[in-house]
């Protein structure tokens, strides 16, 4: 699902790379936690993924496709099979939950009676169906970071890539959205979450991949490795 | 739903979430297309003006002498069909110079009238310079004929002046469009900036460039319209205004109709114009939003 092959990134204006020389393989339908302090590289190789960004040298595989190569044009095709949970949320203001959460299937073109049907199912499953029709700002942290959740959700992407999605959540919340994260990851899809959280590490048991200084240091369940 | 559906009713949240971009975008089309309709009026009212100077004319075509002046009118007649044709003899054009001289007249005692040419004239009523100058042309085929006065010389700069006020409209269009494509573009470009969050979240979550851009172009394409439909209709309420008040005074009185300075093809232009010009500063205005990945 995704490979990464002695991957770097230099940004502007020196300094340490954010990635350094980084290979990795994560398999289909597998959960990856991406742990680290703050400036590890986290964020960064979310982006990359995401073809946010392109790597400075080394190759990514994505879907079986090179996206440090790939052309501008077929970048939304392989974005389709994605779902995102910002750190920042990215929600519009101007845009109520539900049609906040409706873009993502609005963008493949689904009709307005299955984009209804499966954004209030979704919403209803975050226990967000009453706020279907405010607006971001009139939520709490925790609820936009749910609707984040569920915008990146609703399609059923094949990978899923959440950055810090409980970071607002108080601990049943947490909890919640981690279900469904993981519920998303039992029906077959593949899953990586870059979070600082510990209990979240601890709970699930999956596979941890730890990044410092754009490295990874350690990379394994946290049950055999015992620390993280 | 359809796609276009989609992207209309997307476009008209737009418009409606931003009433003031939107009122600055459809002023400044307006303000482009109103000046731009009321130049080729201008235009037009002066081009009637000085077909209607030469319409007032008549061609004279001078024969040599000893030329048979019957055969000469009658080939006048065959060429001017339908107009009147009158021949001049020298006698005639002696006493017509007398005449004009008035109390001067005088001055041609003993001249004979055999020094003045015969002439055939044949009536260039309602033709325009144009006309009567082909006219003229043809006329020089007349047997007989020594020269041809379309007695238009004195319109030659005029006409020239008219040729330079239309490049001029035509410079003064172009500048205009261009300044107003800028104009147009940086006021949506406001409205895109504004909206720069959304079509970032739009292209995180797979959404084409085209996407991206089909509803900001139809919302420029709807300002456009909107803006030069109103123009139009401003155009359209300055006239009958003008018709109305100055319309009486004027020698002639079809100059200030409506399909004389706002033919349709005019107003049609102008608002398909105006739609062009909120369409191509729409795209002008996103494109620079679509360059990140």
């Known amino acids: 699902m995704i490979q990464l092959f002695h991957v770097t990134k230099q940004y502007a204006g020196g300094g340490a790379p954010a990635l350094d020389d980084l290979t990795l393989h994560v398999k289909k339908g597998e959960f990856v936690f991406l742990t680290g302090p703050s400036g590890a590289g986290k964020s960064t190789l979310l982006k990359l993924l995401l073809c946010a960004e392109s790597p400075t040298s080394g190759q990514i595989l994505v879907f079986g496709r090179n996206v440090a190569k790939v052309q501008g044009s077929r970048i939304p095709y392989i974005r389709r099979n994605l779902g995102v949970v910002f ?20 963008v493949r073109g689904l009709g307005a009676r299955e984009v209804r049907k499966r954004v209030l199912a979704i919403l209803r ?69 870059a979070t600082h959280d510990r209990t979240l590490l601890e709970r699930y048991r999956k596979r941890v991949i730890s990044l410092e200084n754009g490295r990874i240091t350690s990379d394994g369940e946290l049950s055999r490795r015992g620390t993280a | 739903m359809t796609r276009l559906a989609y992207f209309v009713r997307r476009a008209l949240e737009s418009m409606r979430r931003r009433p003031h971009v939107t009122l600055v975008a459809v002023a400044t089309i307006w303000v482009a297309v109103f000046v731009t309709g009321l130049a080729a009026a201008a235009l037009s009212a002066g081009e009637r003006l000085l077909a209607g100077f030469a319409g007032d004319v008549q061609v004279a075509v001078y024969l040599q002498k000893g030329a048979d002046v019957v055969a000469a009118r009658d080939a006048a007649r065959a060429i001017a069909a339908g107009r009147k044709v009158e021949v001049v003899r020298p006698a005639d054009a002696m006493a017509r110079l007398r005449a004009s001289l008035g109390d001067d007249g005088a001055l041609l005692e003993g001249v004979e009238a055999e020094v003045l040419p015969a002439s055939i004239e044949v009536n260039a009523a309602g033709l325009t310079v144009t006309q009567v100058r082909a ?9 007989g004929a ?27 269009f172009a500048g205009l469009a261009l300044g107003t494509a800028i104009l147009v573009s940086n006021t949506l470009r406001l409205g895109v900036f504004a909206r720069r969050d959304e079509i970032e979240i739009m292209k995180l979550v797979g959404a084409t460039n085209a996407f991206v851009q089909a509803p900001f172009l139809i919302e420029g394409l709807l300002q456009g319209l909107l803006g030069a439909i109103l123009a139009t209709l401003a155009l359209l309420g300055v006239r009958a205004a003008l018709a109305a008040r100055v319309g009486a005074l004027l020698h002639d009185s079809a100059a200030l109709s409506r399909a004389a300075l706002l033919p349709g093809r005019l107003l049609a232009a102008l608002v398909l114009g105006g739609a062009v010009l909120g369409l191509l500063a729409s795209a002008l205005a996103v494109s620079r939003h679509l360059r990140r990945p």
Do not use: Y
């Open chain 2, 135 to 143: 006219l003229a042309d043809r006329l020089k085929k007349v047997p």
């Open chain 1, 87 to 106: 750190q920042d949320f990215k929600l519009l203001s101007d845009r109520t939950v539900a049609e906040n959460v409706a873009f993502p299937l609005e």
């Open chain 2, 146 to 172: 020594k020269d041809v006065d379309d007695g238009n010389a004195w319109l030659d700069g005029a006409e020239q002046l008219l040729a330079g006020l239309h490049a001029a409209g035509l410079a003064l």
């Open chain 1, 125 to 193: 499953s975050l226990s967000l169906d009453t706020k279907a029709d405010r607006f971001p700002p009139a939520l709490s942290g925790g609820e936009q970071q749910r609707v984040s959740v569920a915008r990146a959700l609703v399609g059923d992407p094949a990978l899923l890539l959440a950055d810090e999605p409980t970071g607002n959540l108080d601990a049943e919340r947490t909890l919640d959205v981690m279900d469904l994260i993981h519920a998303a990851n039992a029906r077959g899809t593949t899953v990586v979450v």
